[in-house]
């Protein structure tokens, strides 16, 4: 199958666990062989948003969208940043995603928005209302909700899966299980050294 036709989800496809199972298995296939996290992530982020746009039982390409699909990671994880080490700590910068263009950086600090949270208590933070959600940082003013959820190499979080929805509620418990697992599967496809 080419890797493009790996976003499309059959109609058959109905509940959020089998969308999220099929999701999984289309992403170990394509991060199969790969251990690059940039080359990884990249295709993680194109294929959760792609799909979300294929599933109209939930998301679709509706006022339900997804919008936007992709990743912060700790500033030391990029090449660049390995010898300004004590200027780049407590930064998130954008990293692979799909979507509307987005923050450059975050600070990796409580109270500093949906990604800090969830990086610094290195727990899924799903946010129901973007506008009541304290901190918030609007990279794009039609998101509504979001789940956010730390990546997690040996104890220490080292990036966040960020995703933004066009309505209020989008994400649920259903979402953070199968997202939970999808980014396990990232976590164990990559090489995460800098």
């Known amino acids: 199958m080419p890797h ?7 109609l058959d496809i109905t509940t959020k666990a089998a969308f999220y199972d099929h999701v999984a298995v289309q992403l170990e296939a394509l991060l199969g062989g790969q251990r690059n996290w940039i080359s990884n992530l990249s295709n993680a982020a194109a294929l959760l948003y ?7 039982s939930h998301f679709g390409a509706t006022d339900r969208a997804v919008n936007w699909s992709g990743f912060y990671l700790e500033a030391s994880m990029f090449p660049s940043a390995i010898s300004e080490k004590s200027t780049a700590q ?18 990796a600090q409580a109270g500093k928005g949906v990604c ?4 610094v208590s290195q727990k899924t933070v ?7 959600y304290p901190g918030h940082i609007a990279c794009d003013g039609g998101t509504k909700s979001e789940i956010v959820l730390p990546i997690m190499v040996n104890g220490a979080a080292v990036g966040v899966l960020d995703l ?9 418990e259903d979402d953070q299980n199968g997202l939970e697992n999808i980014v396990r599967i990232i976590v164990n496809s990559c090489d995460w050294s800098a």
């Open 126 to 132: 799903i946010v129901e209302n973007v506008e009541a």
């Open 50 to 56: 792609h799909s979300f746009l294929s599933f109209p």
């Open 164 to 172: 933004d929805c066009l309505a209020l509620g989008g994400f649920n």
């Open 90 to 107: 407590g930064l998130l910068l954008l990293g692979p995603f799909s979507g509307k263009p987005a923050c450059q950086f975050i600070r």
């Open 116 to 119: 800090a949270d969830a990086f």
């Open 4 to 10: 493009a036709d790996s976003s499309c989800i059959s």
